[in-house]
């Protein structure tokens, strides 16, 4: 129902009534916070890639002894936009090997590549579609694709190591 339904005088009841609330009773500065931060999230799957492939628990990738780490294969998507990551660990330590696959090359253009982990945030440029980033932290981590310092898309958490 919108105001344009309601009399006249129910309208102007409703507009007195709204005043006497934000005198009497008004929302706490960190609700108004709060309800901003939720609406921000509001399109916030439509940003956030899923994980499609996590070729450690469907087939081991390779075999290799402890010295030389394990590695596993995960991919991502969101659209027309995919990243494949070959993430390794190796005692204390991850390394990370990435590629960008982009059909339509808008989300790719210009893009830098952002690895969050608990303890470190680290930018990388894209080079043909490809990045790497050594010494992670082992533990969990994601990825993000930004722009301009705007973030375009991330991936979800995943484990390193």
């Not at 590629?99 to 043909?128: I, K, M, P, Y």
């Amino acid at each position: 129902m919108s105001t344009h339904d309601l009399h006249p005088d129910d309208i102007e009841l409703l507009e007195r009534l709204g005043k006497i609330v934000e005198i009497v009773d008004p929302v706490p500065p960190d609700v108004v916070e709060l309800g901003r931060a939720a609406f921000a999230l509001h399109h916030a799957d439509s940003t956030l890639m899923k994980m499609v492939t996590d070729a450690e628990t469907l087939v081991a990738l390779r075999s290799t002894d402890g010295a030389r780490g394990t590695s596993h294969l995960l991919v991502f998507e969101h659209g027309p936009v995919s990243i494949e990551l070959d993430v390794t660990g190796r005692g204390d330590f991850g390394r990370i090997l990435g590629v960008v696959v982009d059909e339509s090359g808008e989300a790719t253009a210009g893009a830098q590549v952002v690895l969050e982990t608990a303890s470190v945030t680290r930018t990388v440029d894209l080079e043909d579609d490809r990045f790497t980033f050594e010494r992670v932290p082992l533990g969990l981590a994601r990825i993000a694709l930004e722009r301009s310092g705007e973030r375009i898309m991330a991936t979800t958490w995943f484990d390193v190591g």
